[in-house]
């Protein structure tokens, strides 16, 4: 299985907006997408932790409400959306791969398992491993996966894999031709595949998570 990183379909769609996730579904692809917490509690599809690099504005999700973030970036046309947005348009019919990018307190995930529960392809990954593994204290059916880049070590990456209830690994490209990491028995994704002679390269043997091909 192939996801589209962001949402971004190609050069003409921006990072983590509606509109370009709706064209990776209609296009037959599941979507990875980063999320973050308001001040008010919401949960939005951004990248960031702060709207430097998008906006110019060097203010931070966590201390903005949702209101005051919706009329920054609608007045810059590039609305971030809410994750009920995206969990909507994908009408529980395409994969999502949901990266909590900050540390969540035990309430804010319990609010992420709640708001989801509808959605049953919903994978819920993260860096900061303390995530996941709270997330599995809340509920241990849900789907998650354990998130690596370097110079994380392969035997840390082998060891972390055994963690009861883990379904995925998602791994920088940079361990795509590890024999050892291709032994790993649970699902393994790839990221970020950015250049389409990679994609074909390693498609039909790989998960990958690609953009802009």
């Known amino acids: 299985m192939h996801l589209i990183h962001r949402g971004i379909v190609n050069k003409k769609y921006q990072e983590n907006l509606l509109k370009s996730f709706k064209?990776?579904?209609?296009k037959g692809y599941g979507v990875e997408t980063d999320i973050h917490s308001t001040?008010?509690?919401?949960?939005?599809?951004?990248?960031?932790?702060?709207?430097?690099?998008?906006?110019?504005?060097?203010?931070?999700?966590?201390?903005?409400?949702?209101?005051?973030?919706?009329?920054?970036?609608?007045?810059?046309?590039?609305?971030?959306?809410?994750?009920?947005?995206?969990?909507?348009?994908?009408?529980?019919?395409?994969?999502?791969?949901?990266?909590?990018?900050?540390?969540?307190s035990p309430e804010l995930l319990r609010k992420l398992v709640k708001e989801t529960s509808k959605?049953?392809?919903c994978v819920f990954?993260?860096?900061?491993?303390?995530?996941?593994l709270n997330l599995l204290k809340i509920n241990k059916k849900i789907k998650v996966g354990l998130s690596f880049s370097p110079p994380a070590s392969v035997k840390s990456i082998i060891m972390k894999s055994k963690i009861k209830n883990i379904n995925c690994l998602i791994l920088d490209k940079f361990y795509l031709t590890n024999k050892k990491i291709q032994t790993i028995k649970i699902q393994k994704y790839f990221y970020t595949i950015k250049k389409k002679s990679e994609f074909n390269k390693y498609k039909m043997k790989n998960n990958l998570i690609f953009e802009n091909l």
């Open 125 to 132: 990954i993260s860096f900061k491993h303390q995530n996941i």
């Open 39 to 104: 001040k008010d509690h919401k949960f939005v599809c951004y990248h960031d932790f702060t709207l430097n690099r998008i906006f110019k504005k060097k203010q931070s999700i966590k201390n903005l409400t949702y209101q005051k973030l919706k009329e920054i970036s609608h007045g810059n046309k590039k609305p971030i959306p809410l994750l009920n947005e995206l969990l909507k348009a994908s009408k529980n019919q395409h994969f999502l791969f949901i990266e909590i990018k900050p540390n969540f």
């Open 119 to 121: 959605y049953s392809k």
């Open 23 to 26: 064209l990776a579904f209609k």
